[in-house]
């Protein structure tokens, strides 16, 4: 049974930063394409962050790049997303998406991917 838990949300002022962690367990996460995606109230899951089994190729919604870096480390099985210079219109809940046999793609789809964790909340506000 694959499963996949964030962590690391929070409340953070603007301009401060977070560090999301999503621990993979069930299976090696190696051969996956991963990514964060988020959910602001009223709205739906949207794309955030995408990385490449590999880590060599990254992809990112155009309103947070320059401010989120999305990285993986296989050997603990680990996905994060760095945000900095957070915003008040990055509150949301994140997720973390597995794909399996990604071949050496990254997925930018909310159906592209197989598996997802509960989230973990993000609250930017002064």
């Known amino acids: 049974q694959v499963q996949l838990l964030e962590s690391g949300g929070g409340l953070v002022q603007p301009g401060g930063s977070l560090r999301l962690s999503c621990l993979v367990s069930g299976r090696s996460f190696s051969s996956c394409a991963m990514a964060w995606f988020r959910q602001a109230p009223g709205k739906e899951r949207e794309f955030v962050a995408a990385?490449?089994?590999?880590?060599?190729?990254?992809y990112y919604t155009d309103s947070v790049k320059g401010r989120f870096t999305i990285s993986r480390d296989n050997a603990k099985n680990t996905l994060y997303l760095q945000m900095n210079s957070l915003k008040p219109e990055d509150t949301a809940v994140y997720y973390c998406g597995l794909k399996y046999y990604s071949g050496s793609y990254y997925y930018t789809g909310l159906a592209d991917y197989d598996y997802w964790g509960q989230g973990t909340q993000v609250t930017v506000s002064s």
């Open positions: 990385i490449t089994w590999t880590g060599a190729s990254r």
